[in-house]
């Protein structure tokens, strides 16, 4: 199964500051990549995905993410966060193969919004 | 248009008892997923369904948990004989099919509480 890492538990940011969330995976066959967002007391929202073609990928609410196949990280940026981002949030990975559907899931990292 | 929707969104029960959990997919996708969010395991792939095919059961964690999914559309999460450490939050989602590019929707989930 894949191994997915998320860097920070907790990443405190202020508002209008870069937001800078670290994935990275375990496998060596590029797999299908994915950032969700879980507000309170909500299910989780896909922000952006990574399947084929172009590596930087641009998401909702202005993040992006890129996916570096030499470094096995999806890692998920925002240039100036907004007090809304204040969330947690997800990167998940797909299995390889016929599995594919099977995603596994970082531990996710909580943000905070500093006015 | 209408997302995910579960049922019920808490449900508080004692231990031995058994539960049902429901979802109700996005009308028109064939798969269905179910997860489980907990603060010690994080987010746990349990099952997966798609159309008429066998499902993959592998991520039920004992015979105490089944699921079951009627007219390839609302599917039930059963638990018996519930133990303290099934307090979660289930989450159901669903895809257009049961591709790993595919992007799965997720419902609010399910708090249970096992007393």
């Known amino acids: 199964a894949q191994s997915v890492t998320q860097l920070g538990s907790h990443v405190s940011v202020s508002e209008g500051a870069l937001v800078l969330l670290r994935c990275n995976y375990s496998?060596?066959?590029?797999?299908?990549l994915f950032w969700y967002v879980q507000y309170p007391n909500q299910g989780l929202q896909l922000l952006l995905k990574y399947t084929t073609g172009a590596t930087l990928v641009k998401g909702i609410n202005g993040f992006e993410a890129e996916f570096k196949k030499s470094e096995t990280s999806f890692h998920l940026t925002k240039p100036s966060a907004h007090m809304s981002d204040a969330a947690e949030y997800f990167c998940?990975?797909?299995?390889?193969?016929?599995?594919?559907?099977?995603?596994?899931f970082g531990a996710g990292t909580t943000v905070t919004v500093r006015a | 248009g209408a997302g995910v929707s579960q049922s019920p969104s808490n449900k508080v029960t004692e231990k031995g008892k058994d539960v049902e959990l429901r979802c109700d997919p996005i009308s028109g996708h064939t798969a269905l997923y179910w997860y489980r969010q907990s603060l010690g395991q994080g987010l746990e792939f349990l099952i997966y369904f798609q159309g008429n095919s066998a499902p993959d059961k592998s991520g039920l964690p004992s015979d105490r948990f089944s699921a079951e999914r009627t007219g390839g559309s609302v599917s039930t999460l059963t638990i018996q004989r519930t133990q303290q450490e099934d307090s979660a939050v289930y989450l159901c989602?669903?895809?257009?099919?049961?591709?790993?590019?595919?992007?799965?929707?997720f419902g609010p989930g399910t708090r249970l509480t096992v007393l």
């Open positions: 496998s060596s066959v590029p797999p299908y």
């Open positions: 998940a990975v797909s299995e390889s193969g016929s599995n594919d559907y099977k995603l596994s």
């Open positions: 989602a669903s895809s257009l099919a049961g591709r790993g590019a595919d992007t799965q929707y």
